[in-house]
């Protein structure tokens, strides 16, 4: 894992409306809370809930600076194993950056996609940046955690915000995507 991280402290509160292959989910809902590959927690699992599970459970993850968005991904227990009921990214910007400051408690609400793309419920979550010491220690400011400072900034070398795309620009520095994608489907 990178040396500088950002402690999060994410409490995953509740969903709503899951279905699972088209029916309410009856129980044993949890989350799992992706950082990347190798880092991610997870909540107990919900055996009353139903379609509306709630945890109102303290979770606590270190992520590197250069990380994105961070994944929820609401399951199932399900026999031997567990089914993804629905998954949503959750964009750094929309809890650090900016002029939001360190210990900001933050409430969160996310629409959930099942693995075909289809809206499957909403995840509420809260969530802090408890610290941040290793910025401050860089000399970075606290608020902008995604900037590369360099001693002489260049025209070329500006930061970029987003979600990485893959790509590469004419400079040979990846792409970025910034938005939020919006889902148009016709039903005729």
Known sequence: MDSLVHNLEITVLSAENLNLDGKSVKKDTFVVIKVDPLNSQSTRADYEGGRNPSWNQKLEIGMPMHARFITLEVQCKIGSGNKVIGTTNVPVSD????????????????????????????????????????????????????????????????????????QKNCLGHGGVVTGVPVWCVSRA
């Not at 793309?117 to 955690?145: D, F, H, Q, W, Y």
């Open 95 to 166: 809890f650090m950056g900016g002029y939001i400051p360190e210990n900001y408690l933050n409430f969160l609400s996310y629409r959930l996609r099942d693995v075909r793309g289809e809206k499957n419920g909403i995840v509420n979550i809260s969530l802090k940046v408890k610290s941040s010491a290793a910025c401050a220690t860089l000399g970075m400011r606290k608020n902008l955690p995604s900037y590369t400072w360099q001693s002489s900034p260049s025209p070329q070398m500006q930061p970029t915000w987003g979600v990485p795309a893959g």
